[in-house]
Nanobody, 127 residues
Framework: QVQLLESGGGSVQAGGSLRLSCAVSGYSATTIDFMGWFRRPPEKEREAVAA????????YYTDSAKGRFTISQDVSKTTIYLEMNNLTSEDTATYYCAARRRGSSMNWDAGFQYQYWGQGTQVTVSS
């Protein structure tokens, strides 16, 4: 069973940076293809942020994240990171780490295709 635990959230002023981490246990490269970061802004629906195809290390971003956020994984693939720079108040949200089992044909940003989720970590950006 894959378990995910996020950390690194907090409060930051606009223009600042944060680095989120997601500790992954029970991971198997034969069963998981994408590791992703999603977020839920206050009173809004959950939205995709970024993902990494864990086998090849290929990364994917939404337009709002591109150029400001970087997703990465350590060599052992037991920790996923989200480096966030130039944060704005629009980035305020609860951020979730998620893992998707192999076999889905959906795009990486289809959150409902991810079977494993962390509890979330809050990011608050003040202007």
């Amino acid at each position: 069973q894959v378990q995910l635990l996020e950390s690194g959230g907090g409060s930051v002023q606009a223009g600042g940076s944060l680095r989120l981490s997601c500790a992954v246990s029970g991971y198997s490269a034969t069963t998981i293809d994408f590791m992703g970061w999603f977020r839920r802004p206050p009173e809004k629906e959950r939205e995709a942020v970024a993902a990494i195809y864990s086998f090849a290390g290929r990364t994917y971003y939404t337009d709002s994240a591109k150029g400001r956020f970087t997703i990465s994984q350590d060599v052992s693939k037991t920790t996923i990171y989200l480096e966030m720079n130039n944060l704005t108040s629009e980035d305020t949200a609860t951020y979730y780490c998620a893992a998707r089992r192999r076999g889905s044909s959906m795009n990486w940003d289809a959150g409902f295709q991810y079977q494993y989720w962390g509890q979330g970590t809050q990011v608050t950006v003040s202007s």
